[in-house]
T-cell receptor
Framework: DAGITQSPRHKVTETGTPVTLRCHQT?????MYWYRQDPGHGLRLIHY???????DKGEVSDGYSVSRSKTEDFLLTLESATSSQTSVYFC??????????FGQGTRLTVV | QQPVQSPQAVILREGEDAVINCSSS?????VHWYRQKHGEAPVFLMI?????EQKGHEKISASFNEKKQQSSLYLTASQLSYSGTYFC???????????FGQGTRLTINP
């Protein structure tokens, strides 16, 4: 199995609080992605990274920020959590012209 | 910019064949296919690159029409284990982001 770990796996938080999700890889892959998955919407790209300190927005980036200070870590921050951000979040990693490997997901509930 | 998948859902009997389609409005560099079981992470099936290179499982076949910006996944002699939601992911020319379609739910009945 590809070395990719998401933490935490489950989180319940209150509306208005900041939340940070972590994605850690041991594969030294260049690309890292954050997706959210909601019923009927498939996997929607939030942000992605193509190198250390190199990130770009995806389709649903409003309310989210990311940072990648090391090759192995890609952090997703919800600046002020809202109920609409209740979702399952997946991190993925990929090399150049290769398949993506997904983490096990983080189930986030905003109450 | 999400690719469009069709059909949205398919129900088959074991042993039947299925085709899942994926289309994009933008020029594609690559197409990925993944399968997701309920409560699990998506798992890689195949990648098709512009120029004809393919990598993936031996029992899975797919096509990539670069001119039409379309790909199809072919599942033959389906088995119960093929059940799940199938996603196509696309990378566009000049961009390194991987964007997924909305998924196709495949149900295989005995």
């Amino acid at each position: 199995d590809a070395g990719i770990t998401q933490s935490p796996r489950h989180k319940v938080t209150e509306t208005g609080t900041p939340v940070t999700l972590r994605c850690h890889q041991t594969e030294n892959h260049r690309y890292m992605y954050w997706y959210r998955q909601d019923p009927g919407h498939g996997l929607r790209l939030i942000h992605y990274s193509y190198g250390v300190k190199d990130t770009d927005k995806g389709e649903v980036s409003d309310g989210y920020s990311v940072s990648r200070s090391k090759t192995e870590d890609f952090l997703l921050t919800l600046e002020s959590a809202t109920s609409s951000q209740t979702s399952v979040y997946f991190c993925a990693i990929a090399g150049i012209n290769t398949e993506a490997f997904f983490g096990q997901g983080t189930r986030l509930t905003v109450v | 910019q999400q690719p469009v998948q069709s059909p949205q859902a398919v129900i088959l009997r074991e042993g039947e064949d299925a085709v899942i389609n994926c289309s994009s409005s933008k020029a594609l560099y690559s197409v990925h296919w993944y399968r997701q079981k309920h409560g699990e992470a998506p798992v890689f099936l195949m990648i098709l690159l512009k120029g004809g290179e393919q990598k993936g499982h031996e029992k899975i076949s797919a096509s990539f029409n670069e001119k039409k910006q379309q790909s199809s996944l072919y599942l033959t002699a389906s088995q119960l284990s093929y059940s799940g939601t199938y996603f196509c992911g696309t990378e566009f020319e000049g961009a390194q982001k991987l964007v997924f379609g909305q998924g196709t739910r495949l149900t295989i009945n005995p």
